[in-house]
C-alpha cells in the first residue's frame, strides 16, 4: 500500500489556490482597512471575520451538498471550478474601490509628509484620522468595498469544504495522515508564493499604495493551480480506485460501507469529537489573532517587513512536516499536536517581549518556532476528526471541522481588536495569542479518539503516514 503522491500534489492544487488568496487577504484587507477607510481595530475585526461568519453557516452546508453531488466530472470539482472562477473576477475588482478611496487620502497631500519627522505609528495614525474623515464625508466607497468583499468570501466559502474533503475521497484511510501532509505543503507553496510577491510588490513599505498589480499577480497564481487541477484530476475514476483498493484491503467495513453511512458515535467517540473540535476553535482564536493583523503589528507598530517574517514561518513549517510525521508515528497524533501547541505557546510568549527597538531579525527565530508549531498541530488534528467520519460523511464532518475553525476566526479578530483599541496593539497583540492557544492543550488533554497506532515504517517519507 503506497501513497501516490503525483496524484496528492495535482489533488492539492486546489488547496494551493485557497492559501494563496488567504495570504493575500491576510496581508492587504487589514492595511486597506485601517490605512485607506480609517477604521479603528474593533471595527477592522468584524469586517475581517466576515468570512468567518459566511463560513460557519456554508462549509457545512456546501460540504455535504458536495456529499450527495453526482455530476460527470465528480463531487467535489464543480464547486472548486466555479468557486474560484468568481473568487478571482471579484478579488480583482475590489482593488478597483479601494483604489477609489486611496485616490482620496493622496489628493489630501499624503505623500508629501516626511514620515522621517515622526514614528511609525505616529504616521500610521495621522493617515487613519485623514482616512476617518474621508470615509466619514462619503461612506459609499466602504460600503461598495464590503459589498464586493462579500462576493469574494462568498465565492470563497462555497468551494473549501470540498476542496479539502477531496483528498479522502481518493486516499485510503491508512495513507490520509501522509497525503494530507503533502496537501499542506502544497497550501504552503502557495502562501510563500504570495508572500514573495509582497517583497517584490513592497506591501509592507507603503501605507498608500495601490494594490491592483499585486493582486493580479496573485490571482494570476491561482488560475494557474485552478487550470493545473481541472487539466489534471481525474476526481470519478480515482475516488472509484480507492473504494476498489479500500475493499481489496479489508477495510470498507469501516470505511465506505453503505451501512456505516450515518452511523452515529459512541459516546466516548462523540465527546473525543467535540473535544478536538473545542481545541481547534481555541488554537484558531489565538492562531488567527496574530496571522490576521500581523501585517498591521509588523507596519504601524514595529515597522518591520511582515513578508519576510511570514516567508521565515511558512518555510519552517515545510521543514517540518516530514519530522512531524515520523514524532506522530512514535508516539500518536495527540501527543504530537500536545507537543505543537507547546511550541506555539512559546512562540507568541516570546513575542510579547519584542518592542520597537528591537532589531528585526530577533523576530525570525519566534516565527520559527511557531512555523513548526502550527505544522505539528495543522498535519494531524484534520486527520483526528475524519478518522471519526464514515466514507460517505467526510464531507460533513470535513464541515465540521471548519465550522470550529471559522467560528474561532469570527470570535479572534473583533476580541482582539477590541482590546487593542482600549489596552493598545502593542501590550494584548501576543498576549492574547498566547492565552487561546494555552488553553487549547487543556482541551486536546482528554481526547481518547482519533488517535493513532504506532507502525512500522520503511522509507523516511512513510513517516508522513500518521493514521490507523
Known amino acids: 500500500m503506497k501513497l501516490n503522491y503525483k496524484r496528492v500534489i495535482l489533488v492539492g492544487m486546489a488547496f494551493f489556490l485557497i492559501s494563496a488568496f488567504w495570504q493575500a487577504y491576510d496581508a492587504i484587507i487589514p492595511l486597506i482597512l485601517t490605512n485607506h477607510f480609517g477604521l479603528p481595530q474593533m471595527a477592522s475585526g468584524v469586517i475581517m471575520s466576515i468570512d468567518n461568519v459566511l463560513a460557519v453557516f456554508m462549509l457545512p452546508i456546501f460540504g455535504a451538498l458536495s456529499d450527495k453531488v ?20 471579484s478579488f480583482i475588482g475590489l482593488t478597483f474601490i479601494d483604489n477609489y478611496q486611496l485616490a482620496k487620502v493622496i489628493g489630501e497631500g499624503i505623500p508629501e509628509i516626511k514620515q522621517g519627522l515622526m514614528t511609525d505609528a505616529e504616521f500610521s495614525e495621522h493617515i487613519r484620522q485623514l482616512a476617518v474623515q474621508l470615509t466619514i464625508e462619503n461612506p459609499l466607497p466602504l460600503i461598495g468595498f464590503i459589498a464586493t468583499l462579500l462576493l469574494v468570501l462568498i465565492a470563497m466559502a462555497t468551494f473549501r469544504s470540498p476542496a479539502v474533503a477531496l483528498m479522502p475521497d481518493v486516499t485510503v484511510k491508512p495513507l490520509r495522515s501522509k497525503a494530507n501532509a503533502i496537501i499542506n505543503l502544497m497550501g504552503t507553496a502557495g502562501g510563500i508564493l504570495v508572500l514573495a ?28 493551480g485552478l487550470l493545473i487541477f481541472v487539466l489534471s484530476v481525474k476526481e470519478k475514476k480515482w ?53 490576521s ?17 511570514l516567508i521565515i514561518a511558512q518555510a519552517a ?7 512531524v510525521g515520523i514524532i506522530a508515528t512514535k508516539i500518536g497524533r495527540r501527543k504530537t499536536v500536545l507537543a505543537g501547541i507547546l511550541l506555539l505557546t512559546s512562540a507568541f510568549f516570546v513575542g510579547n517581549f519584542i518592542e520597537p527597538t528591537t532589531p528585526e531579525i530577533i523576530m525570525y527565530p519566534v516565527f520559527i518556532l ?31 471541522y471548519y465550522t470550529a475553525s471559522m467560528s474561532a476566526q469570527i470570535v479572534a479578530p473583533i476580541l482582539s481588536g477590541f482590546l487593542y483599541d482600549n489596552i493598545g496593539m502593542r501590550y494584548v497583540f501576543f498576549a492574547f495569542g498566547t492565552v487561546f492557544v494555552l488553553f487549547s492543550f487543556i482541551t486536546m488533554f482528554f ?16 513517516h508522513l503516514d500518521t493514521d490507523d
Request: glycine share 8%.
Open 317 to 323: 513549517a515545510i521543514v517540518s512536516y516530514i519530522p
Open 70 to 89: 453526482n455530476t460527470k466530472y465528480g463531487k467535489r470539482t464543480p464547486f472548486i471550478l466555479i468557486g474560484s472562477v468568481i473568487a478571482i473576477i
Open 293 to 309: 493583523k500581523y501585517s498591521v503589528y509588523a507596519t504601524n507598530i514595529l515597522g518591520f517587513d511582515f513578508n519576510l517574517t
Open 197 to 224: 510577491l509582497g517583497i517584490v510588490f513592497a506591501t509592507s513599505k507603503h501605507h498608500y499604495m495601490k494594490y491592483t498589480p499585486y493582486v493580479v499577480a496573485v490571482t494570476a497564481i491561482m488560475f494557474v
Open 239 to 291: 475516488a472509484k480506485e480507492m473504494e476498489e483498493e479500500t475493499v481489496a484491503l479489508g477495510l470498507n467495513d469501516t470505511d465506505i460501507s453503505s451501512d456505516t453511512r450515518g452511523r452515529k458515535l459512541s459516546r466516548p467517540e462523540l465527546r473525543s469529537l467535540l473535544l478536538i473540535l473545542a481545541s481547534v476553535a481555541l488554537w484558531y482564536i489565538g492562531y488567527n489573532s496574530i496571522t
Open 447 to 462: 481526547v481518547k479518539h482519533g488517535d493513532s497506532k504506532p507502525i512500522k515504517k520503511n522509507s523516511a517519507l512513510e
Open 370 to 400: 511557531a512555523g513548526m508549531g502550527w505544522a505539528t498541530i495543522n498535519v494531524n488534528s484534520f486527520p483526528m476528526v475524519v478518522e471519526l467520519a464514515k466514507g460517505g460523511d467526510i464531507g460533513k464532518y470535513t464541515g465540521y
